[in-house]
């Protein structure tokens, strides 16, 4: 199913607002992750172009907000990662957002469709 042009301003304003959802939503599914891998995951549900400049402040926020934790953990090669999860706080946020969203989705439907 191709999807619809939407202007680049307007989508990249959609994103700022819900990105820190979506990234909540990610570690659900992945139960931990490294910046990288999130940016992939992202990109596979259609959260393309999304740069390291932004994950990695994002993370650092929900880290401080109390939402995710991390731990850097060294590979057998490689540089050390630094790896993410979700707290209990987290996963409550997550499910408030949902909620959140799917009231506010559906406003806006009927607002575009009215």
Same mark, same amino acid.
């Given at each position: 199913?191709?999807? !619809? =042009? =939407?202007?680049? +301003?307007?989508?990249?304003? %959609?994103?700022?607002? =819900?990105? +820190?959802?979506?990234?909540?939503?990610?570690?659900?599914?992945?139960?931990?992750?490294?910046?990288?891998?999130?940016?992939?995951?992202?990109?596979?549900?259609?959260?393309?172009?999304?740069?390291?400049?932004?994950?990695? !402040?994002?993370?650092?926020?929900?880290?401080?907000?109390?939402? =995710?934790?991390?731990? %850097?953990?060294?590979?057998?090669?490689?540089? !050390?990662?630094?790896?993410? %999860?979700?707290?209990?706080?987290?996963?409550?946020?997550?499910?408030?957002?949902?909620?959140? %969203?799917?009231?506010?989705?559906?406003?806006?439907?009927?607002?575009?469709?009215?």
């Amino acid at each position: 199913m191709a999807r !619809p =042009v =939407v202007r680049e +301003d307007r989508q990249s304003q %959609w994103l700022k607002g =819900v990105l +820190d959802l979506a990234v909540l939503a990610a570690l659900a599914r992945e139960t931990s992750a490294y910046g990288y891998t999130l940016m992939a995951s992202l990109a596979e549900l259609g959260f393309e172009g999304i740069k390291g400049g932004t994950i990695y !402040p994002l993370l650092g926020r929900l880290e401080d907000e109390g939402l =995710v934790r991390s731990k %850097w953990v060294t590979g057998s090669s490689g540089p !050390p990662r630094k790896y993410f %999860w979700l707290t209990a706080a987290g996963r409550a946020e997550l499910d408030a957002g949902r909620a959140g %969203w799917c009231a506010f989705s559906a406003t806006m439907t009927t607002a575009l469709e009215g």
